[in-house]
């Protein structure tokens, strides 16, 4: 049995567009047991996302916890002090993705934005 199970639906409706998107029932395993669940608040600088606790980085879920929509987050690779961009959240939006070694970090475009992260083991 898998260790993850998770399922996205999206639906475009924009003028003559409209289209639907659906993954369900995808499933990934974990190198090992363990979890990282933060809330972090962010400003307009840097702020590094620790993965210390675990012994490989693998599933990341990410959810904008603010509710205006000038608070926009990005996540991404950290390299020294510079933030590569990987993902942008508007207020409400979450990201799943798989994360590859390395330093994370966030920032956001207006201060005491909220963003939630939990990563499980690779």
Not at 1 to 18: C, E, F, H, R, T
Request: net charge neutral; charged share 10%; proline share 1%.
């Amino acid at each position: 049995m898998p260790d993850i199970s998770y399922s996205i639906q999206a639906q475009v409706q924009k003028g003559s567009l409209s289209q639907a998107f659906s993954v369900a029932g995808v499933t990934a395993d974990m190198t090992a047991t363990g979890l990282i669940a933060t809330t972090l608040s962010l400003g307009t600088s840097t702020t590094q996302i620790s993965t210390a606790a675990l012994t490989s980085v693998g599933m990341c879920f990410a959810r904008s916890l603010a509710t205006e929509s000038t608070h926009v987050v990005t996540i991404g690779r950290l390299d020294g002090t510079t933030l590569h961009g990987a993902v942008s959240l508007r207020a409400g939006e979450g990201a799943v993705f798989r994360m590859a070694a390395g330093n994370y970090a966030a920032n956001a475009a207006v201060a005491g934005s909220r963003l939630l992260v939990q990563i499980t083991e690779g």
